[in-house]
């Protein structure tokens, strides 16, 4: 398991800030995203998919699929306790439009400077090995139900917010945060078992 108690803490302007990157090419792979972060935990390199698909990014076909099968390979590994998650290089080369991402970083800036004055160091007890595990397997849940939920639109919406909450708060130590992000991620759950059925039904 990636020891986060071992990486300072980051707000959550300074995650956004790291997703953005200057660069001649035209595109960002999901790849060169993931290695800006992995040197900064579990919560960090987690973030990175879920912020995508909660974006207008993520209404484009196949995108809440990859982002879900990211997320879900990460949180795979992070409960294998692998300090180098690996992903398949066909979803490491997938590109996103740089432009589209920083200027969709850039829209919110404001509102997370703000939603910065409310995250803080707390609630220390999610460093606990089963309380992480748990944030991992939930995570890794919401993942898989994001791939069928996108014949449902904006549906899977709600397990790529839960999974970004979860990340803000283990990449900010904010336990309190990391909680509200596991309790929309039951939520999720509900909800996406509802529909599924309906949708087989």
Request: with cysteine.
């Amino acid at each position: 398991m990636l020891d986060l108690a071992a990486v300072r803490s980051m707000s959550l302007h300074e995650l956004l800030g790291r997703m953005q990157s200057t660069g001649e090419e035209d595109k960002i792979t999901f790849g060169e995203l993931l290695a800006m972060m992995e040197k900064r935990g579990f919560g960090p390199m987690l973030a990175v998919p879920a912020f995508i698909c909660s974006t207008p990014i993520g209404a484009i076909p196949g995108i809440p699929t990859v982002t879900g099968i990211t997320i879900f390979l990460i949180s795979l590994q992070v409960l294998l306790a692998k300090s180098h998650p690996w992903l398949p290089s066909a979803i490491k080369g997938i590109g996103i439009e740089r432009d589209s991402l920083n200027s969709g970083i850039d829209r919110i800036k404001p509102a997370v400077t703000r939603v910065d004055r409310l995250l803080m160091p707390r609630w220390f007890f999610m460093r606990r090995i089963v309380f992480r595990s748990l944030i991992a397997i939930s995570c890794a849940l919401c993942g898989l139900m994001m791939v069928p939920l996108e014949l449902v639109p904006f549906l899977g919406l709600i397990p790529a917010v839960a999974v970004f909450i979860m990340a803000i708060g283990m990449a900010t130590d904010d336990g309190a945060v990391a909680l509200l992000g596991l309790s929309l991620a039951g939520l999720g759950f509900f909800m996406g078992a509802q529909q599924l059925v309906s949708l087989l039904s």
